[in-house]
């Protein structure tokens, strides 16, 4: 399927109606419905801020369905926000990496599993420093350099979008809040997934699911 803004808008106004329980997971959190879309010219004084140019399906989602809303797992983020700590949106400046510098993985990230055993300790500050290494190398902000979250699983877990680098434009799960690294959302044949093919594999399952017909575009 194709990502096409009015399309996508009429097939999850089609789920709305079909799965009146909200019973796709995460639908809860953005009810299949979308923000308003955000203005062109704060898109493009964002991307000049930031000194990046966002991948055009994502661009798409933005200006003509929405800043935010109806999407894989908890919904799409506002631009330029995510859950943080909390349940609460915040700007995430502070806390993701250089934007500018190139998404640093091609394939699936993580630590040797031998870094993840831990030594004996002789008392809990031993043990309480080697777990706040461990937390500073596994959560360098470097690690997602290039690339901005649009999505969370619920806890901790998230999607980025890669901006910058040879990625830029597929979307990959951020998963080392449950020490699994790094990874690409992948199609059936191991394809990484881009903003657009991403959106629409999950929109395209959640009518099946729901039983609802659908017309195929390629």
């Avoid at 995430?92 to 300790?121: K, M, S, T």
């Avoid at 461990?134 to 959560?139: N, V």
């Avoid at 594999?201 to 017909?213: F, G, H, I, N, V």
Wanted: glycine residues 10%.
């Amino acid at each position: 399927m194709v990502f096409i803004p009015a399309e996508v808008r009429t097939l999850v106004a089609r789920l709305r109606a079909t799965d009146p329980a909200r019973s796709v997971f995460g639908a809860n959190g953005h009810n299949f419905e979308f923000r308003e879309p955000i203005k062109d010219g704060e898109l493009i004084a964002w991307e000049r801020e930031h000194h990046v140019e966002l991948p055009a399906e994502y661009r798409a989602y933005l200006l003509e369905l929405g800043n935010g809303g109806a999407g894989p797992y908890y919904g799409i983020f506002p631009l330029g926000m995510w859950d943080g700590a909390g349940s609460e949106l915040e700007p995430f400046d502070d806390e993701l990496g250089n934007l500018r510098v190139p998404f640093p993985h091609c394939g699936a990230w993580n630590l040797p599993a031998e870094r993840f055993e831990q030594p004996e300790f002789e008392n809990d500050d031993e043990e309480d420093a080697w777990n706040e290494m461990l937390d500073t190398e596994y959560f360098d902000r470097s690690l997602v350099n290039g690339a901005v979250w649009i999505s969370h699983h619920g806890c901790a877990l998230r999607t980025v979008l890669v901006v910058t680098g040879s990625e830029r434009g597929n979307v990959w799960g951020d998963r080392r809040a449950d020490y699994t690294g790094i990874v690409p959302h992948v199609g059936n044949d191991g394809r990484h997934l881009g903003f657009g093919d991403w959106y629409m594999s999950w929109l395209e399952q959640c009518l099946r699911d729901s039983t609802a017909p659908m017309t195929r575009r390629s």
